[in-house]
RNA sequence: GGGGCCGUGGUCGAGCAUGGUCUAAGAUGCCUGGCUUGGGCCCAGGAGGUCGUGGGUUCAAAUCCCACCGGCCCCA
């Protein structure tokens, strides 16, 4: 009763085809579609997507965030208020009008901007909105889609000019209750990724990364199996620059003014729903974590000649114990082999299969097999909505453990800068003792090749070790990989 | 920002060098029927292509030239 091997070396020696053709056949997107960067989400990607949003809003919404919905667009004015910010989204945004419909028609007005991010769509409302300490803290959130103008090469889903994300942005009555915010939000992402067995590292930008118009940003790393890390979340400590210049002043209890402390955080579906699939994912297609699957189980029933009508009764009895509770899909297709459905649903990413055959009928049991590996057990019929769940629960979390696994392998301590140079050419993320200077930061960026994707936040990494650059005593670790 | 490669039914892909034999191979996927059914079986039949788009060269363009659109890769 033999299942297959799962293989991965499609996935991680030819990415890019894996994945573009695993997008197509497990019908998460179609990227056919004829504008650069933008993509059509099928009924599987948008069901993982919607199932990650549901679950992301209940948090955020439990930690006091209130939902809102805000324009698409904004003034170019209001735009460019906050220096920084302008400086760093500038290159990329979209630009609209009325489209000119005749040749005499009078110059078109000065263009609105489509969102890259909302701050400087929201803030306004907030500065009308907060006046006095009763007012803060202000927490606010959606889902929606970003426009930016990418001009270096998109790819479904990691770079695309069209993200689906949820943003969130809060102002608060102090620098502490912001800070504590921060740690708030990194929990609330760390929870979904977790959830969902991704495997991440959370990162604090160096200072020349950080978000445009930010006092400091964190990251969501994920790692990815062309060595490519996939920032999947960030959260910024904004300070008092946007409080300043959109004029978010309250009043304060022992009386004076001050600017709010704000925060803003995002965290992207397309990019979370890539995670999942690269990571989880063998040369077969995903395999979805049970509790995003569009199907959790497929039950194949397995006719023989003159006993197709048992076993198709039989099928449907086990469809109908499993239907309350379980996504369950009933293949009852006649004209289709059981090894074809396999292949089929295993491509499509379903986490279980429940076969019944003539041997199943005889003993009143099932045959369970698991996507993840492949593992095929005889369960009897009483037994079967307990063990489903059991095995539901233990598929993802062997997923999310094999997912930490790899992430740490793909870690590498360089002690040398060729050392790193060549393991960031291998596709490996690089751990380097840094001295805390900029300088040396930015310069690991051309000698290593690849990104400077920061220090760990939520661990504090004390380096014992000079650093890789400058050769003083080190302070803690940067990590160092190519990204998306 | 700089450089290179590529675009042929849904998907992959032969053909392009040396224009004519292309009424465009093959595979896969899809539809019909039969056979089979504990891992993609087999047999028979069928649908599906303005060769990315527009222009040019030519008696003749999938093939040569230009522009645009789209995709991929490398370097900053």
Not at 101 to 119: H, M, V
Not at 217 to 239: C, E, M, R, Y
Not at 292 to 316: F, L, M, S, T
């Amino acid at each position: 009763m033999g299942g297959f091997i799962a293989k991965e070396s499609e996935k991680f020696e030819r990415f890019s085809d894996w994945f573009d053709n695993v997008l197509l056949t497990a019908r998460i997107a179609d990227n056919r579609y004829p504008v650069k960067g933008f993509i059509v989400y099928l009924e599987n990607g948008w069901f993982v997507i919607e199932r990650v949003r549901r679950r992301l809003e209940e948090l955020l919404e439990e930690d006091g965030h209130l939902p809102m919905y805000y324009p698409l667009v904004a003034t170019l004015e209001n735009f460019s208020r906050e220096a920084e910010h302008i400086k760093g989204f500038m290159g990329e945004v979209f630009a609209v009008g009325k489209l000119r419909t005749g040749e005499n028609e009078a110059q078109q007005e000065t263009p609105l901007i489509l969102r890259p991010t909302s701050e400087t769509i929201m803030y306004p409302m907030f500065a009308l909105w907060i006046s006095n300490h009763s007012d803060l803290p202000l927490k606010v959130h959606q889902s929606c889609a970003v426009y930016r103008y990418e001009t270096k090469a998109t790819r479904a889903l990691y770079r695309v000019r069209e993200i689906p994300w949820n943003e969130a942005h809060t102002a608060h009555a102090s620098r502490g209750e912001a800070e504590e915010q921060v740690r708030k939000a990194v929990e609330i992402y760390r929870k979904v990724l977790d959830e969902l067995g991704i495997a991440y590292l959370i990162l604090r930008r160096p200072d020349f990364d950080k978000f445009a118009g930010a006092e400091y940003s964190i990251a969501f790393d994920a790692w990815n199996p062309d060595g490519k890390v996939n920032q999947v979340a960030t959260v910024h400590n904004l300070g008092t620059n946007f409080s300043r210049v959109f004029g978010i002043v309250f009043e304060k209890r022992e009386g004076g003014k001050e600017y709010a402390w704000q925060l803003c955080y995002g965290f992207g579906y397309s990019r979370v729903l890539a995670a999942v699939i690269a990571q989880h994912g063998d040369d077969l297609g995903p395999i979805f974590p049970p509790w995003v699957a569009p199907i959790q189980i497929v039950v194949v029933p397995i006719p023989y000649k003159g006993r197709e009508a048992e076993v198709y009764e039989y099928a449907k009895r086990v469809y109908g114990l499993l239907r309350p509770g379980f996504r369950v899909r009933l293949d009852d297709r006649e004209d289709v082999t059981p090894g074809e459905k396999y292949y089929y649903w295993e491509r499509r990413g379903v986490p279980l299969r429940v076969e019944v055959g003539p041997r199943d009928v005889e003993k009143s049991a099932v045959v369970l097999a698991r996507r993840d590996t492949g593992e095929k057990f005889s369960v009897p019929i009483e037994m079967l909505r307990e063990e489903v769940a059991k095995v539901l629960e233990d598929i993802a979390r062997s997923l999310s453990e094999r997912s930490k696994r790899r992430l740490s392998e793909q870690i590498v301590d360089a002690p040398s800068l060729e050392e790193g140079a060549r393991n960031v050419e291998l596709g490996k993320i690089c751990r380097v003792s840094w001295c805390g200077s900029e300088e040396c930061a930015l310069s690991l960026k051309s000698s290593l090749g690849a990104e400077v994707r920061g220090y760990r936040y939520d661990v504090d990494e004390k380096s014992d070790r000079p650093c890789i650059v400058c050769g003083s005593p080190g302070k803690t670790y940067l990590y160092v990989s190519r990204a998306y």
